[in-house]
């Protein structure tokens, strides 16, 4: 991110000295040659709003650069730590930590290729089944995230079951190779009556809960703070 940032501050350093340059041509010229005023303002107004936005949409495709998972089009981990962890939390609130069964049988048996697009599909499961303020993120290789504001224990695990039941039961698709997939889900859940600003706790419970689910595979394990 701090990448992200000095980009941005160089770019922004060259958009003043840009407009700073063509103000003093101008009033240079103005007093050396007669000049139609009227257009060279329009000329340098059109020049600075053209600049503006195109800084506009460097930004934002920096930043998406920065928070978007290439692969997938998922949130990163990057972002997830800023949507997440710098709030606060407030019950009831539940994380879903999902991890894809055997990937790396996937791989070896179809090719990356393959495991990439099984990635890009279960990253649109995913989606399908996430509520409009859920935050989705893909954690690292194989395993993925959700947070799931106003969440009880009970919606969090009708959430991940249903998502449980799509991976199970859909196809997976590439170049001719089909293949099947399934997936372990661990679940940390707080109820109203909890007091917890520490999204580490979250992680550690329900990566805890994961690894409990991954002894059976294609399960699911709830684990309430």
């Known amino acids: 991110m701090d990448l992200v940032k000095r980009k ?23 007093k050396r040659y007669a000049l139609n005023y009227s257009l060279i303002w329009m000329f340098i107004m059109t020049v600075q709003i053209v600049s503006k936005v195109c800084l506009g949409v460097l930004v934002y495709n920096l930043y998406k650069e920065a928070y978007t998972d290439v692969l997938t089009g998922l ?21 879903l930590l999902i991890d894809i069964d055997d990937f790396k049988s996937v791989n070896d048996t179809y090719g990356h290729v393959v ?54 039961g859909h196809c997976f698709c590439c170049e001719g190779v089909t293949c099947s997939i399934t997936v372990s889900i661990g679940i940390a859940s707080i109820d109203e009556r909890a007091d917890i600003d520490d999204i580490e706790q979250f992680f550690v419970t329900a990566d805890k809960a994961l690894y409990k689910a991954k002894e059976n ?6 684990t309430k703070i």
């Open 115 to 168: 495991g990439d697009f099984v990635l890009r599909q279960f990253a649109d499961i995913l989606r399908n089944n996430a509520r409009e303020d859920d935050v989705i993120a893909r954690w690292g290789g194989e395993e993925f995230v959700m947070a799931l504001p106003e969440t009880n224990i009970d919606e969090a695990f009708n959430i991940a079951d249903a998502i449980r039941k799509a991976v199970e």
């Open 217 to 222: 595979k294609n399960y699911i394990t709830v």
């Open 8 to 30: 941005i501050n160089e770019l922004v350093v060259v958009l003043i000295s840009a407009d700073l340059s063509s103000w003093f041509i101008v009033l240079f010229m103005g």
């Open 75 to 95: 949130y990163s981990r990057r972002y997830f730590y800023k949507r997440v962890a710098n709030n606060k939390i407030k019950p009831p609130f539940s994380l």
